[in-house]
């Protein structure tokens, strides 16, 4: 015999029962077949029931039988009041679930260290301070030119890597008529290496292939795209696909673990860095700058010494510039080297989204304690139900811990049963909210293993759970002196005071998240309903590319065969749709002086744009087919009265200093209504829209190798014609193809993706919060007058009046939910700031932001407490008088 | 039990019922072996038997016990 056997015996306590039974009939019955007295027999045989106990005490473990037999007591309990657990379970689940989901996400972004050797030794170099638009921000692009000098005076102590931004590039394995995108990175060729990444096939790069520009036009897939695109073809090495100008070799595919530095993105091919156009360019930043520290070398000083290697390099090269302001020279030259660890990557999601994650995973939690406070509540109420068994235990002698753990293993029963639902939907949901973070055409993805850590996260939440709704009402439960239960109970008051508090608890919680949901919200609905100052009905936009360069007539060509396709109703051209995100800049010089330190953003469009977009002229014309390029440029209102304070400008001109010092004279032709260029939160720029056609020095006009056709369509729906254009573009000419169809609405509502985000989820967690908050109020006051009846039955037949009765159901009630309040609102307060940076012209101080957690709270108050008030004020004071 | 109570000369006597506890403990601990067995009357009775752990238990107890007893009467005959 053994523990195991000892363990079996707890789950088969019946039969454990039984048999220690037979064995004493069978003593007996020996005892009486060697002729003694039955009766005699069993005297001498004792306390049969005692001893039974003592056998079956040392037949098993003991704290398991207890658990077990808790567990099914428990089990019981909950299967009694099935509503009441359903709403308790369903409630808690919502609540773990959603901060299991917040949390994976949170882990998956933000957390967890790359998948490489020593990921503690990761660095991230940027700048810090005012740039070149003369906005103050931190910019982690660096030059390549640059770059080599620090990599090689770091030399000993740190290895640098260079990892250009995954950009969404067309490639093609076979026809330019079958181009699709891929995640395309240009990382060192000496990454893998450095970070002990092992290749899954094939090789993958070394230092030998990233030592001259243009050497190695090798690939390596990383295993996600491999299995994705190519199903794991083993015979994937070798082949070839374009690129840009280039054609690559694929060399080998990555180890499956490794998808990149950039959480938010997982990257589908990387090529070395020699292989970008920027590597020889002083004067273009395109990539981040990872730094792997050599053991024991001491940050700062390296630090100081990249920091210096870059002033001088950025010295050296603007020196003697012409294009640039003095200030602007001053401030750009007068930023910070800053090296920050990064242990898990650095990516532009992580910094656009580690505050929304921040904020929203409080809000989880928010509702988590509202939740828990529910339970807490309810766990209390069943236990003034239960104060007489309760008594009654004790009194035949149970110790308190024993009632402790009673009252514990029911909780934990039902936080488990949570937990399991919850972690069904944190499962589906945290997917779900990753897909609402990208527009569809270029969705994020983030790597959302279900592993040890959430799974240590899940269990950890559970019993925190547990102990934040059982302890209190278990240690209440067990300290019942059996005295006072006999005497009629025990004073009521100092469990209303325990459920009032958790109450004010609630409304608090809730305040706070219903408070910053309307924050969110508003931010919202101000971002989508501010005026672009353009319409995006009907439009259809089609990014198309050529290779080679094409001149700008034979676009002229593509547009106008695309203008007489039916259903179409107007076709222009311009670099890139408005709102893309992209932009042009430069500095501008007002009658021959120096270059100004705010610049002007600048855009290729043909003439009609301004008629497709309905941007209203205000004076002056349009472009012409036979403006070129800087004869003749529309600006807009803001550019006007920023650089000429006038609005009557056309037929001034001024001149575009570039950073190499050429001056380009511009006549102002016309001027049009202020319309959003690169983004809708920014402040409105001064626009320049200038004509394609640019005579070269020769004479002849200048080449293009990409434009968007903005498609005005006759349909409601502009997609409907998406595939008949797509493949029209490339009819009038083979070497034109359309990279990527989308409308300018998708486009309009990619720039409030991570408000829609907010807002919809942080409407919903308020619209559960104030749900479970109302429930939970609805119980207490339920509870509280089902105590209370005799009272105001007495009251009633005393002469109380109707109102004074719903006075005093609701007095304490209402200190609870004021106080709760009034701390919602300080502790809304006290965190706006943290969330400042995701809210758009809303103030935390407008009435309107004020008023709709209070009044909504109040309204949940008010249809909460309705029953109760209206179950008291029935009490038929003749029938309680009756009960008694 | 009527066993010790006789030997004992009713010096010693115990309840009978308290012999199952005390050898449900030590086939717990493995000294002895219990197996169930169906009697001639047809009631079915368990049959315990020492095992080797069981003896070498045996052993050691009644060596302590021989200890103990000797010297408390070593100092009861020196008193």
Redesign the interface.
């Known amino acids: 015999m053994s523990l195991w056997s000892r363990v079996v015996n707890v789950f088969r306590g019946n039969r454990l029962n039984r048999e220690i039974e037979e064995e004493f009939e069978t003593h007996i019955a020996e005892a009486v077949e060697q002729g003694r007295d039955p009766e005699e027999a069993r005297r001498a045989f004792g306390a049969a029931t005692q001893r039974r106990q003592e056998s079956h005490d040392a037949l098993v473990v003991g704290w398991l039988d207890s658990l077990r037999a808790d567990l099914v007591f428990g089990w019981r309990q909950l299967k009694r009041n099935k509503v009441t657990s359903f709403a308790a379970i369903l409630s808690l689940a919502l609540a773990i679930g959603a901060c299991t989901s917040a949390f994976r996400l949170i882990d998956a972004l933000l957390l967890r260290p790359l998948p490489v050797a020593h990921p503690e030794r990761l660095y991230v170099l940027s700048r810090q301070g005012i740039g070149f638009d003369d906005k103050p921000g931190s910019f982690d692009s660096w030059m390549y030119p640059c770059f080599q000098l620090m990599r090689a005076a770091a030399k000993g102590d740190a290895e640098l890597i260079a990892v250009s931004y995954a950009d969404r590039a067309d490639v093609t394995y076979k026809t330019d008529q079958e181009m699709e995108k891929a995640n395309l990175q240009h990382v060192s060729g000496w990454m893998f290496p450095t970070f002990g990444i092992e290749p899954a096939l094939g090789r993958l790069f070394t230092e030998n292939d990233d030592l001259k520009p243009g050497a190695a036009p090798y690939a390596v897939l990383s295993y996600d795209y491999w299995s994705r695109r190519f199903g794991r073809d083993p015979n994937v090495i070798g082949r070839t696909f374009h690129f840009g100008d280039g054609v690559y070799q694929i060399v080998g595919v990555s180890e499956k673990k490794f998808t990149g530095t950039e959480p938010g993105t997982i990257v589908d091919i990387f090529i070395p860095t020699m292989m970008h156009r920027g590597v020889t360019r002083s004067d273009w930043t395109w990539f981040r700058t990872i730094v792997v520290m050599k053991p024991g070398v001491a940050g700062e000083p390296l630090r100081a010494k990249l920091a210096a290697i870059t002033h001088a390099f950025e010295e050296n090269r603007l020196r003697g510039e012409s294009g640039l302001s003095p200030e602007t020279l001053k401030n750009v030259l007068a930023n910070q080297v800053l090296m920050e660890p990064a242990p898990t990557g650095v990516s532009g999601m992580q910094q656009d989204y580690n505050r929304a994650l921040g904020a929203l995973g409080v809000l989880v939690l928010m509702v988590l304690l509202i939740a828990c406070a529910n339970v807490a509540n309810l766990m209390t109420a069943q236990a003034a139900a239960r104060a007489r068994e309760m008594a009654l235990r004790v009194s035949i002698g149970a110790g308190r811990w024993r009632l402790v753990q009673m009252v514990l293993v029911e909780s934990a029963l039902l936080a488990l049963l949570a937990a399991a639902s919850g972690a069904l939907f944190a499962w589906w949901s945290a997917p779900f909210v990753v897909s609402m973070i990208n527009p569809p055409d270029n969705p994020a993805r983030l790597i959302l293993p279900a592993d040890w850590r959430v799974l240590g996260f899940g269990i950890a939440l559970t019993l925190i759970v547990v102990l934040l709704f059982g302890l209190l009402p278990a240690l209440r439960a067990s300290s019942v002196k059996p005295v006072s239960i006999l005497k009629g109970g025990d004073d009521p008051h100092s469990r209303q005071r325990l459920m009032h508090g958790m109450i004010a608890l609630q409304v608090a919680f809730c305040f706070l998240v219903l408070f910053v949901a309307g924050l969110f919200v508003t931010t919202f609905e101000r971002l989508s309903n501010k005026p672009t100052g353009f319409s995006t009905e009907r439009l259809l936009l089609l990014e198309t590319t050529s290779r080679p360069k094409q001149s700008s007539l034979y676009w002229d060509q593509v547009a106008d065969h695309l203008r007489a396709m039916p259903g179409v109703e107007r076709v222009s051209q311009a670099s890139w749709a408005l709102l893309k995100g992209v932009g042009w800049n430069d500095s501008i010089s007002v009658n021959g002086g120096p270059p100004s330190t705010d610049l002007a953003y600048f855009m290729n469009v043909s003439p009609g744009f301004l008629e497709t977009m309905r941007i209203p002229l205000v004076s002056g014309r349009d472009l012409r087919e036979s403006d070129t390029y800087p004869n003749a440029v529309i600006v807009n209102e803001t550019f006007a009265r920023k650089f000429l304070n006038d609005v009557n400008v056309v037929g001034r001109s001024v001149e575009k200093a570039s950073d190499d010092g050429s001056r380009e004279r511009m006549q102002i032709v016309g001027v049009m209504r202020d319309a959003d260029y690169r983004g809708v939160r920014e402040p409105m720029l001064p626009v320049v829209f200038v004509p394609f056609h640019h005579m070269g020095a020769t004479g002849e006009m200048r080449t293009v190798s990409e434009e968007t056709f903005i498609v005005r369509t006759a349909s409601a729906n502009p997609l409907a014609l998406a595939a008949t254009l797509r493949q029209e573009v490339s009819k009038v000419h083979s070497k034109f193809h359309v990279s990527n169809v989308r409308t300018q609405l998708e486009l309009n509502q990619a720039q409030t993706v991570r408000e829609r985000l907010l807002a919809t989820l942080a409407f919903f967690f308020g619209a559960v919060a104030l749900l479970l908050a109302g429930v939970g109020l609805y119980g207490v006051l339920n509870y509280s007058v089902q105590q209370r009846e005799r009272e105001i039955g007495i009251r009633m037949a005393l002469g109380a009046q109707v109102d004074d009765v719903a006075r005093r159901v609701m007095a304490g009630i209402s200190v609870a939910v004021a106080i709760g309040a009034v701390a919602g609102l300080a502790l809304g307060l006290a965190s706006v700031r943290y969330i400042e940076s995701l809210l758009y012209q809303v103030k935390a101080t407008d009435a309107g932001v004020l008023a709709i957690p209070c009044l909504t709270i109040l309204l949940a108050v008010v249809i909460a407490a309705l029953p109760a008030v209206l179950r008291a004020m029935r009490i038929d004071p003749v029938a309680m008088l009756r009960v008694e | 039990?009527s066993a010790i109570s006789e030997m004992s000369e009713d010096v010693l006597r115990a309840?009978?019922?308290?012999l199952?506890?005390a050898l449900?403990?030590m086939?717990?601990?493995?000294w002895i072996l219990a197996e169930w067995v169906t009697k001639d009357?047809g009631?079915?009775?368990?049959v315990y038997e020492l095992t080797a752990a069981g003896r070498k238990q045996l052993a050691a107890v009644e060596s302590r016990w021989e200890t103990v007893t000797s010297a408390v009467n070593r100092i009861l005959r020196t008193v």
């Open positions: 039990m309840e009978e019922g308290s199952y506890p449900h403990r086939e717990e601990a493995g009357t009631r079915r009775a368990r």
